[in-house]
């Protein structure tokens, strides 16, 4: 199993990836390109899992380099497990790279982080309802302080698959 943290630039994606592999990083650099991304392992069930941070990307249609390092690395890796880390406070502009992952067909697990932020700004984000919307595990994390992290792990095996027109018919659009 391989695990992909994938969202937005600025996102605590290298927060929780330390989180998960307790700063256990190897420093890679794709070919052909000057991108970096860290690639480190943890523990999950008691199996070695490899755990890729993946440079930002706001959409699966790529802008720069950064973003076509993402793309390619999700595209090779189509076995893996996404975590799509998603600024709270930005909820709306995470979803839509989520949703893309999503439609392709990827098992996602998704992690609200700066969970502390949004709380503090009084956000409220109904959790089990997106969980609902979405098919897919939505867990609050503050990757900075490890809030969270613990329930991100234990959710990874309960990602899986969904069909796109289960998402419309649970959220009323078809």
């Given at each position: 199993?391989?695990?992909l943290?994938?969202?937005?630039?600025?996102?605590?994606?290298?927060?929780?990836?330390?989180?998960?592999?307790?700063?256990?990083?190897?420093?890679?650099?794709?070919?052909?390109t000057?991108?970096?991304?860290?690639?480190?392992?943890?523990?999950?069930?008691?199996?070695?899992?490899?755990?890729?941070?993946?440079?930002?990307?706001?959409?699966?249609?790529?802008?720069?380099?950064?973003?076509?390092?993402?793309?390619?690395?999700?595209?090779?890796?189509?076995?893996?497990?996404?975590?799509?880390?998603?600024?709270?406070?930005?909820?709306?502009?995470g979803?839509?790279?989520?949703?893309?992952?999503?439609?392709?067909?990827?098992?996602?697990?998704?992690?609200?982080?700066?969970?502390?932020?949004?709380?503090?700004?009084?956000?409220?984000?109904?959790?089990?309802?997106?969980?609902?919307?979405?098919?897919?595990?939505?867990?609050?994390?503050?990757?900075?302080?490890?809030?969270?992290?613990?329930?991100?792990?234990?959710?990874?095996?309960?990602a899986?698959?969904?069909?796109?027109?289960?998402?419309l018919?649970?959220?009323?659009?078809?």
């Open positions: 199993m391989k695990i943290l994938m969202g937005h630039p600025n996102v605590g994606k290298s927060v929780v990836f330390n989180r998960l592999t307790g700063a256990n990083v190897t420093e890679s650099n794709y070919p052909g000057t991108v970096d991304y860290s690639k480190g392992y943890m523990r999950l069930e008691g199996e070695d899992v490899e755990v890729i941070d993946v440079p930002g990307t706001f959409s699966l249609e790529p802008k720069d380099k950064a973003e076509e390092v993402a793309v390619k690395m999700l595209e090779k890796n189509k076995k893996s497990a996404i975590i799509c880390v998603i600024d709270s406070v930005k909820l709306e502009r979803l839509y790279l989520a949703l893309e992952i999503i439609e392709e067909g990827y098992p996602v697990v998704i992690a609200l982080n700066m969970w502390d932020i949004a709380q503090d700004k009084k956000i409220r984000i109904d959790i089990d309802k997106l969980s609902s919307i979405l098919g897919v595990p939505v867990v609050p994390t503050t990757a900075i302080s490890g809030e969270g992290i613990k329930e991100l792990v234990s959710t990874i095996r309960k899986a698959p969904v069909e796109i027109g289960r998402i018919k649970r959220s009323g659009v078809v």
